[in-house]
């Protein structure tokens, strides 16, 4: 069987980075990209900040007013500012597809995992010391071309390449061997396992769980049990680095959806009620706009002003075409009206946001 070698990219801090390389008078300034704010107020979260920013302790997915917040608290420290911008998608889909091009001249096999991540097949290189010769010729024209950087993990499978991507970020590089892949995870701690995200470690941590080294010492019997079946065979394989997932060129569509985050909190009916009708003229929108002709699954996204967050859904046999507009908007009410009285929201919680999407396309 030929060796893998596989590697993933992964850049730093992409939207805020991209926006400090299209700025001059950025650089070297705290960026953070994300929702819109107004003096201090704003409704939505943080998409990405610069290593600048993180050192005001600001981060992907905070409260953008938050952001905000501690921004000003590193001012009156005598620190400047946080530069707070709009998300421009159209600006960073054009650096991807650039940053894709150039790993595309140097391997056929690319998969795009998401706007600033890539897998690419290096196997062809025989060796890893030669694969690691490619990464940093990759990583140079990326910084030349596009004035950003990024980090890359070299490993003979998806999931050890995407782990030791993040361990030496920004602007590093990591290899790791076959034989060095235990030795490599044992002391990571376990959220560093795609698959274990909050909920779950605390489950482990319960457990007296905290490095992937803690996990090893589990059966699949015992994984299963804490975890449910399929969860914990699939961490029972991580742990020990074990992955054959083949490099996916092509990603299908599984879904299409838009999310509202209101102004202010709410609980008036009609500004609720008005605002899942435009989602689900835009929605259906792009439904009929796009390749698939039936979907069977709808579900809806509710976030409370305490950022409690709730979804609903619902599956049909008979599937919904572009003739069923009505059919459509009349279930998308069943579904969001329990969250206006007691049934889905018993303690009448205003709410912040709203979210609809479409599954199961056909």
């Not at 009708?277 to 698939?292: G, I, P, Q, R």
Request: charged share 25%.
């Amino acid at each position: 069987m030929t060796k893998r070698i596989i590697a993933h990219l992964d850049m730093d801090a992409f939207f805020a980075s991209v926006e400090e390389a299209a700025t001059p008078a950025f650089l070297g300034k705290p960026i953070v990209v994300g929702s819109e704010i107004i003096n201090g107020v704003g409704r939505g979260v943080v998409s990405t900040a610069n290593y600048k920013a993180r050192e005001y302790g600001i981060h992907s997915a905070l409260p953008i007013s938050i952001a905000w917040q501690l921004s000003k608290k590193a001012e009156q420290e005598g620190k400047p500012p946080a530069i707070f911008l709009p998300v421009d998608f159209e600006l960073y889909n054009k650096t991807s597809a650039h940053i894709k091009s150039i790993i595309k001249s140097y391997s056929e096999i690319i998969e795009q995992a998401s706007i600033d991540e890539f897998y690419f097949d290096l196997s062809f290189a025989t060796t890893f010391e030669k694969a690691k010769t490619i990464c940093k010729k990759i990583k140079a024209e990326i910084k030349q071309t596009e004035r950003i950087t990024c980090s890359v993990g070299i490993a003979p499978n998806k999931l050890i390449s995407k782990i030791a991507a993040g361990i030496n970020k920004p602007d590093g590089m990591l290899l790791v061997k076959e034989k060095e892949i235990q030795t490599f995870l044992n002391p990571l701690p376990i959220r560093e396992i795609p698959g274990i995200g909050p909920k779950t470690a605390e489950l482990l941590y319960i457990e007296g769980i905290q490095t992937i080294k803690d996990l090893t010492n589990l059966s699949i019997e015992k994984l299963k049990d804490l975890l449910g079946n399929k969860s914990g065979e699939s961490i029972y394989y991580k742990v020990k680095g074990i992955d054959n997932d083949p490099i996916t060129e092509f990603h299908e569509v599984k879904s299409i959806g838009e999310q509202i985050t209101f102004n202010q909190n709410t609980l008036e009916a009609r500004i609720i009620c008005e605002a899942f009708n435009s989602l689900c003229d835009n929605v259906f929108k792009k439904f009929t706009e796009s390749n698939f002709t039936k979907f069977t699954h709808i579900a809806i996204t509710v976030r409370f002003a305490d950022f409690e967050t709730k979804t609903t859904s619902k599956t049909f046999k008979e599937p919904f075409t572009n003739k069923n507009k009505d059919k459509f908007d009349l279930e998308i009410l069943k579904l969001e009206l329990p969250f206006l009285d007691s049934r889905s929201n018993p303690h009448q919680k205003p709410i912040r946001l709203i979210g609809l999407r479409i599954e199961k396309l056909l």
